[in-house]
């Protein structure tokens, strides 16, 4: 039965991996028409001083014409500098919002509230979420126009990379996260299940005005992206895109502690039993389930020495745990190599066996906390 399920689990990231090679990259060409889209920028922000100028000067030199974008901050009642640092930027097109003057300091999910108020206030067809301690490269937003002008899609999804040091924990995250985007991409290429990042998002406002926004998830912590997502493709089955290309990576920071990743992916994994498509559930439940089965496995090896016959050979418990680790790991490797090398981050598959262990103890801890626990997010507490 396990080796059954290693064997299924192999088939999807073979599916992976074909959805993700399969998927065009989009190259940015020249126009004989000058563009005519106005574009918001959403920036939702809490306590955010240290990274937001990284962000706003990246803004300040995308080549698409200031007078066709704005930018809106969004102050989530901020205890340091952000505010200021808004408003002493200089720029016309960047603006700052206060969500105090939207909302009380009573909600479960901020950041979608933060969103709301922004694309109430926006004069953008287009609507593009970035977070605080992001950068982006020049042709970002020119990009991202000329594919939507090409193919009118309704949401377009979009890849974020994490960047890191030599240090473990933010080797791990990289890792992580690159095969998660794969994932992202393979999965809206093949229509299979939706996934996105609010880091990078776009979607038309019309979009977001006829599925009431948020409304129906607006007491769900997160989800401001992929529970999004759903109600669009629902509005709008064929209206989900992927844009893969390398002018359109989002680099984010990594979290430097422990605690701080596991909140993180405590966060994420809280809407996993949120999702209607119930094709998504069950793979991410499967998913789930597989990652607990090489938790125990070892554990039960350390009470029975016992042997059973597998295709000729005698195998152990503890010799069915190694081979099924090994088994998840070369098909992870087999996915995650083109994905890598649209990241240029091949270099890092080298420590990809060593992450291993750890990889599947986090998936278990953050999947059982996500649904059982609490976590703690920008100062708050959140259920």
């Known amino acids: 039965m396990v080796f059954f399920l290693a064997i299924v689990y192999a088939i999807q990231m073979v599916y992976y991996r074909a959805g993700w090679t399969t998927l065009a990259t989009f190259k940015l060409t020249s126009s004989t028409h000058p563009p005519s889209i106005f574009i918001t920028v959403l920036v939702p922000a809490r306590n955010e001083e240290e990274n937001l100028p990284l962000l706003l000067n990246a803004l300040e030199k995308q080549e698409y014409p200031m007078d066709l974008f704005e930018v809106l901050v969004i102050d989530d009642f901020s205890t340091d500098a952000t505010a200021g640092l808004v408003r002493s930027f200089g720029k016309e097109n960047i603006k700052l919002l206060s969500l105090a003057e939207y909302t009380g300091n009573n909600l479960n999910s901020y950041k979608k509230k933060a969103i709301e108020f922004g694309v109430n206030k926006s004069m953008g067809e287009l609507i593009i979420t970035t977070d605080a301690d992001c950068y982006m490269s020049k042709t970002w937003l020119s990009t991202i126009v000329r594919f939507y002008e090409s193919t009118k899609p309704e949401l377009i999804v979009m890849p974020v990379s994490i960047d890191c040091s030599n240090r473990f924990i933010e080797i791990f995250q990289a890792l992580d996260f690159m095969g ?178 750890f990889h599947i103890l986090y998936i278990v801890l953050a999947g059982w906390l996500g649904k059982f626990g609490s976590y703690q997010w920008k100062g708050r507490k959140v259920r």
């Open 180 to 357: 998660l985007q794969g994932i992202t991409g393979a999965a809206v290429n093949k229509k299979f299940l939706s996934m996105c990042n609010g880091a990078n998002l776009a979607y038309t406002k019309k979009a977001f005005t006829a599925v009431n926004g948020f409304e129906g998830i607006d007491d769900i912590a997160s989800g401001d992206d992929m529970l999004l997502m759903t109600k669009i493709r629902n509005k709008y089955p064929e209206g989900i895109s992927y844009l893969k290309s390398p002018d359109v990576i989002v680099h984010t920071k990594p979290m430097y502690t422990l605690s701080g990743f596991l909140n993180q992916r405590i966060r994420w994994a809280s809407k996993a039993d949120k999702y209607n498509d119930k094709k998504m559930f069950t793979v991410l439940l499967f998913v789930y389930l597989y990652n607990l089965m090489l938790v125990i496995l070892p554990v039960i090896a350390i009470f029975n020495n016992s042997r059973y016959a597998l295709l000729g050979q005698s195998l152990t418990v503890l010799h069915s745990w190694l081979i099924l680790l090994a088994l998840k790991t070369v098909a992870e490797l087999y996915f995650l190599y083109p994905v890598a090398h649209f990241f240029k981050k091949q270099h890092l598959l080298w420590l990809f066996p060593l992450a291993q262990p």
